[in-house]
């Protein structure tokens, strides 16, 4: 007999352990309101999905859909009627509605007999099922049935709606191409933590990604340069002319109008990016007639083609950049414009103005004589001419211009519209002009910087961790709020040249973003942040999806003394964890030194090896830094 109560014992503490988790400590991004109840709501077999009279094609599609997630993990068969039934799950628009919900809040009230979320549109309802799926064991998430669990949802009534309208992520497909199947993917990826905008990087120097049937030489030699796949997919290894051009891609146009409409089924809207006039080594080397100076032009071919200099100063090695005084460049945009504006129903389009190097403009004879022509003195007011006629073109197709804050140099027209990533400086020159901006400064939102240690990633310019990111406000001080549209983080892939990489970039620090441009400011805390991170990496781990562990690891820094001594200095992200170390080469781990204040780095040493630890079992990467590296960390007297 005691052999069978155990194992009932057993079972039965597996599903109390998946009933006792707090909501509080699952939502991502956490609710303007939520409220805690007893008790719990059970799935079961033949559990109805119902959807209220009057309630619109989209949501009785969400209703289905829902069937079919669930159904997956569970094995459960769901039932849709249109019944009204107040037991099992019902998604409800309100008859009323309610001021304080807008066009995407929800309400998500959770008794013993069932689920009800209501919303005053189609929008709302969905994101009230992201919520709803978060509530769910971690195992709602597996793509295969999974037994001995109890589907529970704990009671609770969550009033919530969005900060901001815009809560973006850019993925740049130009630096590397990523296919329509993984673009889904990353949108798939992006709304389960209720982002509604993805801002497509389609064009730059290493690649043209979208099909203009009017310029067909923009797929044909534009999309497609030498493949590398040496370091971080970005070998600097120059092409010569006998390699084969096989590395890139492009959507066709059915390609887009397919991503748009499965962006549309997700309440997901797609911004494309034509970046001008610099970053355009692609369009130059399908038209070289674009350029300045003419002749031959070459997709990026693997070597270097800009000078960066301190204080932000660059200068082109190998022109870039579109003639702002060719008139040919002003008939080739409004090809462009005329075919990508048909495409996206959003009323923006991006036109990059980044990175602009005009030392090719310098020397030009038309563009000197442009200058001459329109009373231009300086080369910014140069480009701000180019800006305004690119703008003249993208609002002819009915669109709005967007582009990043250089476009504020030189001056440009009242309804040109600024994202702003250079810092937070150029979004508050921005508003202060009552100009409409998006914030995604480098310094907060850039994803594609280091988020660890750098010795274990890609070679990138700056770092960013999670901490960070996650205090970002999108509303900087001084700013008027009402032309702050929102904010959006940044993957930019020069040295991404993967899915799974993509992903490990990303997460978890676009969760970060989510809960900046979702949330109320004063609902913002990083240790239930950070814990409710900890639970979603459970639920990427039972999908299968790859993520950065980095907020466990060590993070290693080092100063001198008056003579000269090198100490480490090392911190961790989280509390509650013990660092232990040594100098001898040995791997060390809890039974090793423990780290409690700066250490004095002996002589000797070669090699320094950090770990971290929480009750007692390893939690972090061991890091492995050189000596030599560790003094360059010290801060110069």
């Known amino acids: 007999m005691k052999k069978k109560i155990l194992p009932l014992i057993l079972a039965m503490g597996i599903l109390a352990a998946h009933s006792q988790t707090k ?24 559990s109805v999905i119902s959807i209220s009279a009057g309630s619109s094609k989209e949501i009785d599609g969400m209703g289905l859909q829902l ?16 019944a009204g039934t107040n037991e099992g799950i019902k998604l409800e628009l309100l008859a009323t509605p309610s001021t304080s919900l807008g066009n995407e809040g929800y309400r998500l009230k959770v008794t013993s007999t069932g689920v009800l979320i209501s919303a005053n549109k189609p929008a709302g309802i969905f994101y009230g099922i992201q919520s709803l799926m978060q509530l769910l064991p971690k195992e709602i998430e597996s793509k295969t049935l999974v037994q001995n669990v109890a589907w529970t949802v704990p009671c609770v009534t969550i009033d919530d709606q969005p900060r901001f309208g815009w809560r973006g992520l850019m993925l740049d497909v130009s630096r590397h191409f990523f296919t329509k199947q993984e673009v889904k993917k990353f949108m798939d990826d992006m709304v389960k933590f209720k982002f509604n905008l993805l801002h497509l990087h389609l064009t730059d120097d290493e690649g043209w990604r979208i099909e203009i049937k009017s310029l067909p030489k923009l797929t044909s030699i534009g999309a497609w340069r030498v493949e590398r796949n040496g370091k971080w997919a970005n070998s600097p290894k120059a092409a010569d002319a006998s ?49 300045c100076t003419g002749g031959e032009h070459s997709v990026y071919n693997g070597i270097p083609f800009m000078n960066w200099f301190p204080g932000g100063k660059f200068e082109a090695i190998t022109e870039n950049g579109l003639c702002p005084a060719n008139e040919n460049v002003y008939e080739f945009l409004d090809k462009v414009f005329t075919e990508v504006a048909a495409l996206f129903p959003f009323e923006y389009i991006h036109m990059g103005g980044d ?61 040109a519209n600024v994202m702003s990533w250079r810092g937070v400086k150029g979004g508050i020159e921005a508003a202060k ?17 280091v988020q660890g240690e750098p010795l274990l ?12 990111v996650y205090s970002f406000d999108p509303i900087q001080e001084g700013m008027d709020a009402k032309y702050v549209l ?47 991170v900890e639970k979603q990496f459970d639920r990427w781990d039972l999908a299968d999806d790859t993520y950065s562990k980095a907020m466990y690891d060590a993070i290693v820094a080092a100063s001198k003394d008056e003579k000269g001594n090198l100490f480490a200095n090392i911190s961790t992200e989280l509390g509650g964890m013990t ?14 030194p423990k780290y409690t204040a700066p250490v004095l780095v002996p002589k000797d040493a070669a090699t320094m090896k950090i770990v971290t630890y929480r009750n007692g079992k390893q939690i972090g990467k061991q890091i492995n830094i050189p000596i030599t590296e560790l003094a360059k960390r010290a801060p110069k007297k």
């Open 579 to 592: 660092i232990y170390y040594s100098f001898d080469e040995s791997n060390p781990d809890n039974y090793y």
């Open 486 to 532: 929102g904010g959006q983080g940044n993957q930019w892939t020069e040295q991404i040249g993967n899915y799974r990489n993509l992903q490990y970039m990303t997460w978890p620090r676009a969760l970060a973003i989510a809960e900046d441009t979702w949330s109320p400011k004063e609902k913002k805390d990083w240790s239930s942040f950070a814990s409710r």
């Open 433 to 449: 002009s009552k100009h409409n901006v998006v914030m995604s400064p480098s310094s907060f939102a850039y994803l594609d910087y």
């Open 457 to 468: 990633e890609a070679p990138v310019y700056a770092s960013l961790r999670l901490n960070k």
């Open 67 to 82: 069937a079919k997630v669930l159904h997956t993990a569970t094995g459960y068969n769901f039932k849709t009627d249109n």
């Open 23 to 46: 909501p509080s400590a699952s939502v991502i991004p956490v609710p303007a309101s939520l409220i805690e109840n007893s008790g719990t709501f059970t799935l079961k077999n033949n």
């Open 243 to 291: 390699e084969p051009k096989t590395y890139g891609g492009f959507y066709t146009q059915e390609d887009i109008k397919e991503l748009v409409k499965y962006g549309q089924e997700r309440f997901l809207t797609i911004m494309p990016e034509i970046d001008v006039p610099g970053h355009s080594m692609a369009a130059l080397a399908s038209y070289p007639e674009l350029s």
């Open 355 to 415: 990175e602009c190097a005009k030392n090719f403009w310098e020397k030009s004879p038309a563009v000197q004589a442009l200058m001459k022509r329109e009373g231009l003195k300086t080369m910014p007011e140069v480009e701000s001419y180019f800006v305004r006629r690119v703008e003249k073109i993208v609002n002819s197709k009915g669109k709005k211009l967007m582009g990043w804050d250089e476009i504020l140099e030189g001056g440009i027209s009242p309804t």
